[in-house]
């Protein structure tokens, strides 16, 4: 489950084991989420694509940016 603000309150095992993750790292990483809903099946159909990495480089930019700013 995750809340408005896009952080996850409660992650399954089942998502540790199918992505390679602990549950710790998956609420560290950066997602972007496509969803989709399936009236038919009452479901969503979801995927996520991670941004961690350009978060992580775009965060060490700025910060660099502004050492050098000051």
């Known amino acids: 489950m995750a809340g408005f603000d896009g952080h996850f309150r409660e992650l399954s095992t089942g998502w540790s084991e199918l992505l390679g993750y602990s549950t710790d790292e998956l609420t560290a990483r950066w997602l972007a989420w496509t969803a989709i ?34």
Request: charged residues 35%; proline residues 3%.
């Open 37 to 70: 809903g399936v009236p038919e099946e009452q479901a969503y159909r979801a995927v996520a694509r991670d941004l961690t990495l350009q978060h992580d480089a775009r965060q060490a930019k700025a910060d660099s940016e502004q050492r050098y700013a000051d």
